[in-house]
């Protein structure tokens, strides 16, 4: 067993409005494009976590269950990410303490907007079609 850094794991998620866009947050940070997520936090569950990074970055409610679309691994910072397709249930997309701009984008605006490794998680989730199940369990018994 190696005693590298151990991998985070992340959440994010995409949030398609009826006109087939999906909404982006410009992060204060570093100036990216990217769809509204970040790092689970100790003790959280994933669909908690989603839900609390997009309301977070965004001041949108999310509807559970949420759409898992896919599954990335950043290989250099090892941080896998799991990215849902999201429907908004209540508020208004605001900017906040860690989102510099918020942007309804479609697909091109997308593959623009963003570097390629955010683009391709936004655009499998504005492609995708089928829902795997998302669970917690305690390493015996589901939560």
């Not at 569950?45 to 950043?74: C, F, H, M, S, W």
């Not at 508020?91 to 963003?114: I, M, P, Y």
């Amino acid at each position: 067993m190696s005693t590298e850094r151990p991998h985070s794991v992340s959440v994010a998620g995409v949030i398609i409005d009826g006109a087939g866009r999906a909404l982006l947050i410009q992060r204060r940070d570093n100036g990216h494009w990217e769809p509204p997520g970040g790092v689970l936090e100790p003790g959280e569950t994933i669909p908690d976590a989603l839900a609390r990074e997009v309301l977070e970055e965004t001041g949108i409610k999310i509807a559970q269950p949420a759409t898992l679309t896919g599954v990335y691994k950043n290989m250099t910072r090892l941080i896998v990410s799991l990215v849902f397709r999201c429907q908004a249930i209540e508020g208004q997309a605001t900017t906040g303490a860690e989102t510099k701009a918020l942007r309804w984008a479609t697909r091109d605006e997308v593959a623009n907007l963003a570097d390629e490794a955010y683009a391709v998680r936004v655009l499998d989730a504005m492609n995708a079609v089928t829902p795997p199940a998302v669970r917690a369990h305690d390493g015996v018994r589901l939560i």
